[in-house]
């Protein structure tokens, strides 16, 4: 089987479905080609898994069933006292982990006997790609007893070679294949390696004697079968020397934490993390009176070494990672701090009420102009707000016309058994004579959460925007539907920064320095959370307002993105609500708060949550972009409901992930309603799924309704024309003196514009009434 083949065979989605059952418990499974072998974290209860090539499913499953056995068997601690640190821990480790091994292997085919038939073929697909370096060598009783150990659990129960054992050495065999607890396995480990160290200082003993007449008269009679041991008077500079090369070339992580890794986290290597950082722990160091000469690399580069066998197995596996360019990144959020996010309407009327209180004090002339500019904004809103009464009333009659639609289909009538007195006469030709009841299921009702583009590149369409969003939200008041209007921006408002008029005075800047020490977000895991961007929610509009809230609110928003639109009379209003950039993304993730809150606070079944944006966010930095040269591979994991998801290589990537996991999270419709102002749409002919047919459609499309829709991972995307204006009486700007024709002709004209600049409004009533 060629390695295309194999990589296709083994779906790694159903492994990490198979990892959650076995371990019974809902783990998190990465599949990462940046580390060496698979481990399980005990402490975020992440099993993470290599890229593997040439790997078959069997293989596949004995390892997963193997490491998920770890993390319901073996325990993050009770392993330290035998194992220590310095020289030898290794090679202790090694001893420990290969009867670890036996015994997590046998449970985890105790509590899944299917799992049997894995084991036995991925060992024979092993033993066949020689993993084990046994070709050509002949298995003797002279060959370590800790190494025959390991064969025979590995390849000897399954048949696969016939490894002997001594009549005393039987005794191992059978208490390494009935070890019940994990003391069970430190105190034969401990034994096993005991025994070893014997044997050694026996053949040392033996080695001395029969060279001790051709020892130079400085020796001391012994020598080492590894290595030269530094005499006392070396011992000071190349005995340090030593543990160091050591601590660095077998101890990669020598911080002395825990990192929540379990003692056999890297499943077959015989090295777990924590047992490398053991190494300063202080507990079994040769300062306790172990001088044993033995290190893990003793055994390396000797075949006839203790544990050989293990290593040769474990550099196998290792070899086994894919050798695939693609790096692969694990992403988490972070939780943001609402209260520093969002500023409520309330906050936003004192502001709107302190700038007042600033043009009082303006000279005469500043006051005059503020008026009028006021007075000029509140008559074009009231003007706007009647002519845009026969377009909310046609929205809420649709609206109650496909409710009373959805009514009667939920409608049920049932007879009672009660006889009508009053059609009881008809009972000779007709069996309608009993009184009946009428029963209603529960409709579903919906509120509205959206979200506006406050960025500067929104200012030639804002207005525009804010028509259109206007009739959504007068719309929702009349049909007495929950809502919440937010701006997103970069543009961050400071309470405590108002006093100040000098903007860019050192004191301005020192307040601020002291601000931004306040954190929008805290970090869950600092090694995988990403960093949003600083942003701001402001609640401009909600339904939670009074009638004269409203009203005001309605003013001040309509006043303030007249200016900012225009550039034209921006002084007059808080310079923390002009426009900034687009943090689209991080509004999205705290939707995933704002929206369950909404839901709860208004008792309703369906929350539509609205983005209205002319362009893209800029990134967190989950993925490496679309414009990037790198081959990756990037995944965001949620925290709380421990999904992970595939971040795609589409247009948006990070926004198409972050919607996706808005509807997982909180079950609400998404519609994306983009700005265009281009009089083409040619800017879309590289979108997901449009391609040189589609194109021309949706050209035909945008040219006669100037809206198109496309697939997203919102449920519903529209791209729109920016410069749409809402249109409501086409004949207001005729002479008096027009001629029949182009009376006609502007009716006709007048009234396809106004169906297509009500786009947004009609089809969110569409959506909202279903």
Not at 178 to 204: G, M, R, W
Request: charged content about 30%; hydrophobic content about 30%; some cysteine.
């Amino acid at each position: 089987m060629n390695q295309k083949q194999t990589q296709k065979s083994v779906n790694k989605a159903t492994k990490d479905i198979l990892a959650r059952c076995m371990a019974t418990e809902d783990i998190i499974v990465e599949h990462r080609s940046d580390v060496p072998s698979a481990y399980f974290d005990t402490k975020n209860r992440v099993l993470c898994l290599p890229v593997w090539k040439d790997m078959d499913n069997s293989v596949y499953d004995m390892l997963v069933g193997h490491e998920v056995s770890h993390a319901l068997n073996t325990p993050c601690e009770g392993w330290q006292d035998f194992v220590g640190k310095g020289k030898g821990s290794g090679i202790r480790h090694m001893f420990l982990n290969i009867v670890e091994d036996a015994r997590i292997e046998r449970l985890i085919k105790d509590k899944f006997p299917g799992i049997r038939r894995d084991f036995a073929s991925a060992y024979r697909t092993l033993h066949a790609q020689d993993l084990f370096e046994l070709n050509g060598r002949t298995i003797a009783v002279t060959d370590e007893l800790i190494d025959r150990l390991n064969l025979h659990f590995k390849v000897g129960l399954f048949g696969l070679e016939n490894i002997p054992f001594a009549s005393e050495e039987k005794q191992y065999v059978t208490r390494m294949a009935n070890t019940e607890s994990f003391e069970d396995v430190v105190a034969l480990a401990k034994e096993l390696y005991e025994k070893h160290i014997d044997e050694l200082e026996d053949e040392e003993e033996q080695d001395g004697s029969q060279s001790q007449s051709g020892d130079s008269e400085e020796g001391d009679g012994q020598q080492n079968p590894f290595g030269d041991i530094p005499d006392d008077s070396e011992e000071s500079t190349d005995d340090s020397e030593s543990t160091s090369s050591a601590t660095d070339t077998d101890d990669d992580d020598q911080s002395g934490e825990d990192s929540g890794q379990s003692q056999d986290d890297d499943t077959d290597d015989g090295e777990s993390a924590d047992s490398e950082k053991s190494d300063e722990s202080g507990e079994g160091s040769e300062s306790d009176g172990d001088e044993s000469p033995l290190d893990y690399d003793d055994y390396e580069n000797d075949v006839n070494a203790a544990g050989s066998s293990q290593r040769a197995f474990e550099k196998a596996v290792e070899d086994m990672n894919s050798n695939e360019t693609t790096d692969t990144t694990y992403h988490t959020l972070p939780n943001l701090n609402l209260s520093q996010i969002i500023v409520d309407h309330s906050v936003i009327s004192e502001i709107f009420s302190r700038q007042v209180s600033r043009v009082s004090e303006m000279d005469t002339h500043q006051q005059e102009r503020y008026a009028n500019m006021r007075i000029d904004s509140n008559t074009d809103l009231q003007q706007f707000l009647n002519k845009a009464k026969p377009t909310v009333n046609h929205m809420v009659q649709q609206f109650q016309m496909k409710q009373a639609a959805d009514a009667s289909r939920r409608t049920n009538i049932t007879k009672t058994g009660i006889l009508d007195t009053t059609n009881m006469i008809n009972y000779r030709w007709s069996e309608d004579i009993f009184l009946k009841n009428e029963s209603h299921t529960d409709g579903k009702n919906h509120g509205i959460v959206m979200f506006l583009d406050w960025s500067g590149s929104m200012s030639g369409i804002l207005q525009d925007t804010v028509e259109q969003l206007l009739i959504l939200t007068e719309f929702c008041n009349k049909a007495n539907v929950p809502f919440e209007v937010y701006a997103f921006s970069s543009n961050r408002y400071y309470p405590t920064l108002e006093k100040f008029t000098d903007r860019y005075s050192d004191e301005y800047r020192e307040a601020v320095a002291e601000i931004e020490k306040i954190e929008q977000f805290t970090y869950v895991n600092k090694e995988t959370d990403v960093t949003p961007h600083r942003f701001q929610l402001y609640n401009f509009l909600s339904s939670r307002m009074s009638t004269k809230e409203y009203k005001m609110a309605l003013q001040n928003f309509w006043g303030l993105s007249s200016a900012v639109s225009s550039y034209g009379s921006r002084s007059y209003y808080p310079n923390c609500l002009e426009l900034g950039c687009t943090p689209l993304n991080e509004a999205i993730v705290a939707s995933f708060d704002i929206v369950p809150e909404f839901q709860r606070r208004n008792g309703i079944q369906i929350v539509n949550t609205v983005f209205l944006t002319d362009g893209d966010g800029h990134g967190m930095g989950i993925g490496s972009g679309r414009w990037s040269s790198r081959r990756e591979q990037s995944y965001v994991r949620d925290h709380k409901t421990r999904k992970t998801y595939t971040v795609g290589s589409g247009r948006n990537p990070e926004t198409d992930v972050l919607l996706r996991m808005l509807k997982d999270k909180t079950g609400c419709n998404t519609i994306g309603i983009r700005l265009d102002a281009t009089k083409h749409i040619r800017n879309y002919r590289y979108a997901d799924g449009v391609d040189e047919t589609s194109l021309g459609d949706l050209a035909k499309h945008w040219k006669k309704h100037n809206f198109i829709t496309l697939p997203s991972a919102y449920d519903r995307y529209f791209i729109v024309q920016g410069s749409l204006k809402v249109e409501f009486d086409a004949l207001d700007n005729l002479d008096e003196d027009a001629s029949l024709a182009k009376i006609k002709n502007a009716f006709l004209k007048g009234n396809t514009s106004k169906k297509s600049s009500r786009v947004i409004a009609n089809q969110l009533v569409e959506i909202i009434a279903t």
